[in-house]
């Protein structure tokens, strides 16, 4: 059904692709050779997919990335420039040149801002408690795409940050070849850490023995939905819908029932989806911290994860709570950023008088 779904939106994208590429060309094309470039763009697409993926051939996964993203390019420039042309019309070739100049500068512009991660210093004050705190959060690492000389640098840069406390908010491990022995380099991380799962974990078939040898790391899930981090401080934690695709109750259904919330304490909620927002707030939590979006990634495409999500980056006010939804840390699927940035999230904890 999921496949089906995304088959017949990348087919009538694609198709829609082809036909403003043909107009902006000032040419016309017969319904049937739209949808053979149309079918044969997405064959390609879905061979490098599942080729990638099935047989393990990661220049071709991440190539099937990079398709669909040159297609939505395409699709968008050839909309702009034949805007362009009512006002300067320009012979099809320099439509053309521009187009391909276009898409290398961001192709080549997203694969350097992609490749750096700035940290984002946020503020925010409670009467709760009686001493300053300093939290780092991390998110959507995706380890796999990014690699383990990349969660090293991340590493150095959160121990320079100095925090008391390190939440990561799922989609950290985004490799199903990765070994628990890997992560070990977790140890050199100085402050302790919460951990939660997101949507890729469960894809990389992690499992408890991940962290098993980092002793920094607590996992908040199902067994564990929250732990006192300090007498002031409450950390609760959600984890991925792990039981969604079998149609059992959800870990969504059960969580707000099976915790105990004390309001005289900052209490802090994880959870991987910028989801539960109100619910949060409702049963007193203070804080709350998500990613998955990556703020959409590669613009525009956060048009359509905005369509998804309400809160898809920055730091909002729910009633009481205030909820920060993080760009992430790293990139999934093509190495691409363009309109959003990789970052480690500082946030500031201070005592309101
Ligand atoms: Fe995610």
Not at 7 to 17: C, G, N, P, R
Not at 44 to 54: D, E, H, N, Q, T
Not at 183 to 200: C, E, Q, W
Not at 335 to 348: A, L, P, Q, T, Y
Request: aromatic share 16%; charged share 20%.
């Amino acid at each position: 059904m999921f496949f089906t779904s995304i088959s017949v939106t990348f087919y009538v994208f694609t198709l829609i692709t082809v036909v403003m590429l043909f107009w902006l060309l000032d040419k016309r094309i017969g319904p049937k050779p739209v949808f053979g470039y149309s079918l044969l763009v997405m064959t390609v697409f879905f061979i490098m997919m599942f080729a990638g993926r099935g047989l393990d051939i990661k220049f071709l996964w991440n190539g099937s990335f990079y398709l669909a993203v040159l297609v939505m390019y395409v699709f968008f420039l050839s909309v702009a420039l034949k805007f362009v042309n009512l006002f300067f019309h320009l012979h099809p070739r320099m439509n053309i040149a521009v187009m391909a100049a276009l898409i290398l500068i961001v192709f080549v512009y997203g694969f350097f801002n992609a490749a750096s991660t700035s940290v984002k210093r946020i503020e925010i004050s409670s009467d709760k408690i009686s001493r300053p705190y300093r939290f780092v959060q991390i998110s959507d690492v995706h380890l796999g795409t990014e690699s383990l000389h990349f969660l090293e640098k991340v590493i150095e840069r959160i121990n320079a940050i100095g925090p008391d406390l390190v939440f990561i908010t799922g989609d950290f491990i985004d490799d199903h070849k990765l070994k628990p022995e890997e992560l070990k380099i977790m140890r050199d991380m100085k402050a302790p850490a919460y951990f939660i799962t997101g949507n890729h974990e469960r894809y990389s078939n992690y499992t408890d023995d991940f962290f098993k040898d980092c002793n920094v790391i607590k996992v908040l899930d199902h067994r564990r939905r929250q732990d006192r981090f300090t007498d002031k401080v409450e950390v609760f934690g959600i984890e991925w819908n792990r039981n969604n695709f079998m149609n059992k109750r959800s870990e969504q259904e059960v969580y707000f029932d099976s915790i105990s919330v004390d309001t005289t304490k900052f209490n802090i909620f994880l959870n991987h989806e910028p989801e539960l927002y109100d619910r949060a707030e409702q049963e007193g939590m203070d804080l709350m911290l998500s990613g998955h979006t990556h703020r959409g990634q590669i613009f525009p495409f956060w048009l359509f994860v905005r369509a998804r999500y309400k809160y898809i980056y920055g730091l909002y006010d729910i009633g009481r709570m205030k909820l920060y939804t993080t760009s992430g840390t790293g990139v999934w699927g093509p190495f691409m950023r363009v309109g959003s940035s990789n970052e480690i999230v500082e946030i500031d904890l201070i005592p309101e008088k």
